[in-house]
């Protein structure tokens, strides 16, 4: 499931590299609305990628694909952002504020450019396209440790809560738990997407619908203000490490099925 920024990222590295024709990598967005819209934030970026700006008619996803093939996009990344943390999206400015309300973004550093998908309407998606405030250098979290830190977290954060007694399980939320996994959007990956990301993707999504209902069920059994804010303290690592885990696994699926290129010259 992750989100749509993830499934953009993955696509567009898979196609831009020769890993996918650009009709899957549309077919793929479908996932998550039926219908996807595409602008840009500034008079410079509409100029630069040959798309409407934001309050005019806006294009498809097709013009974006093609802008940047035509920009040379090299690299793509996904980046959740969080209050105190916009790491990856170049600092403050529009994209950051951007990424922020909606707690994704696509980018693409190498050009220095990046994408916030948000719902406007049900089934529609628009896509608005920023420029990075300054360069933001590659740092991500290897694969395998993100798996790991993921697992520690989903240990450490049930101990805390176990030992503060807030960790009840409430009637039914097993069935809720399921639920919420069958209904999530399954978007495809592109062939060739290594299958340990996609398993990390896949804990990673477990475990955040866990997390969800658990925001969902606050304060738990905590019976305090103090209670409640240990109770939240507990689940942050836990977050942060499902978080970590996508960009991760994104960023894996990305380095490989950008390597197709060197393989299939």
């Known amino acids: ?35 996807h819209e595409v602008v840009a934030a500034d008079p410079g970026t509409a100029e630069a990628f040959a798309i409407p700006l934001t309050g005019s008619v806006p294009a498809q996803p097709a013009a974006l694909l093609t802008a940047l093939r035509r920009l040379k996009a090299q690299d793509a990344r996904l980046v959740l952002p969080v209050p105190g943390d916009v790491r990856g999206l170049g600092g403050g400015g529009p994209l950051a504020e951007a990424a922020l309300r909606t707690g994704e973004a696509a980018t693409f550093p190498g050009i220095g450019y990046g994408v916030v998908p948000q719902p406007i309407a049900e ?118 490490a499902v978080r970590t885990a996508r960009v991760a696994a994104v960023a894996e699926a990305v380095r490989v099925l950008t390597d197709y290129a060197d393989r299939h010259p």
Do not use: K
Request: aromatic content about 4%; proline content about 7%.
């Open 123 to 240: 089934g529609l998606l628009r896509w608005t396209v920023y420029p990075l405030a300054v360069p933001v250098p590659a740092e991500s979290v290897g694969l395998g440790e993100a798996e790991n830190a993921l697992t520690d977290a989903v240990r450490t954060s049930a101990g805390a809560l176990q030992e503060m007694e807030v960790a009840r399980e409430r009637p039914g939320v097993r069935d809720e738990l399921s639920a919420r996994l069958r209904s999530a959007p399954r978007p495809d990956w592109p062939r060739g997407t290594p299958g340990r990301a996609l398993r990390v993707l896949q804990r990673a999504d477990e475990v955040g619908a866990i997390l969800a209902l658990a925001l969902t069920d606050e304060p738990g059994s905590a019976v305090s203000a103090s209670a409640a804010d240990r109770r939240a303290e507990a689940l942050r690592p836990l977050s942060d």
């Open 1 to 35: 499931m992750c989100c749509p920024s993830a499934t953009f990222a993955v696509w567009c590295a898979a196609w831009l590299h020769g890993a996918a024709a650009s009709d899957d990598a549309l077919d793929a967005l479908q996932a998550w609305g039926e219908a």
